[in-house]
């Protein structure tokens, strides 16, 4: 979540909560590519088909679970998966963590995202001192792009800001504890998920580490 001192915050990043996560864990260096996606799947429902090595974007949380339980199961048929293991989305918690990669500040990047630094809508960038800056000079792909394409945080895990949402295997909750919480996890309740990150055609401020959002649909 966010300190109440974060420019532009939303009520449902907060309240700040101190979360200590007990285990390991490995998450993918880049977003799930189109033609990854295919392979496991057998088929491609992305709306910017055609870029084998864009994101796939319109998959439900449903498809993502389902994408990585067959994953789990071709890997461990092929014996690369090493017993106990399995591949699935991330918590809420570990996808934060993740994606601050031992920083405090508004992005995993540092104080402010940027044109040219993520695949957002930079006509609208953000500095956590002051919020949204207006930039008529910023780039605007107005589209997905090949992953890795932006310098990865500092954990070398690429896309933590911006190009899709990312969806977590918590279902959503209007408010975060405040408290400290270990290995913290929602069930879900109902159909509403939580996805974060932001994306392509959103501005600066809903790309921030903390910024959380809720879906039942689709990715764009």
């Not at 101190?18 to 977003?31: I, V």
């Not at 930079?122 to 008529?136: C, H, K, R, S």
């Not at 780039?139 to 932006?150: M, N």
């Not at 879900?188 to 055609?201: A, K, P």
Request: some cysteine; proline content about 4%.
């Amino acid at each position: 979540g966010s300190p109440a001192t974060e420019s532009e915050r939303a009520d449902w990043e907060g309240t700040q909560t101190w979360a200590t996560l007990t285990y390991a864990f490995r998450m993918g260096k880049y977003e799930v590519q189109q033609a990854e996606y295919q392979a496991v799947m057998g088929t491609n429902p992305s709306y910017y088909a055609g870029h084998t090595n864009h994101p796939v974007e319109q998959v439900t949380w449903d498809d993502a679970m389902e994408y990585c339980w067959r994953l789990t199961e071709a890997q461990r048929s092929a014996g690369c998966l090493p017993a106990g293991r399995v591949y699935r989305l991330p918590t809420e918690a570990e996808w934060e963590y993740a994606c601050r990669a031992g920083t405090t500040n508004a992005f995993g990047l540092g104080l402010a995202l940027r044109s040219g630094m993520a695949n957002f809508d930079a006509y609208f960038e953000y500095d956590e001192a002051v919020g949204t800056i207006e930039n008529p000079s910023g780039v605007f792909l107005d589209r997905t792009t090949s992953v890795g394409s932006y310098a990865a945080n500092a954990w070398g895990l690429y896309d933590m800001h911006g190009n899709v949402w990312e969806w977590c295997l918590d279902g959503w909750s209007s408010q975060l504890s405040g408290r400290t919480a270990t290995d913290p996890y929602t069930p879900s309740t109902g159909t509403d998920r939580v996805i974060r990150g932001g994306c392509w055609y959103d501005s600066a401020r809903f790309c921030r580490s903390a910024y959380r959002l809720r879906a039942t649909e689709q990715l764009y």
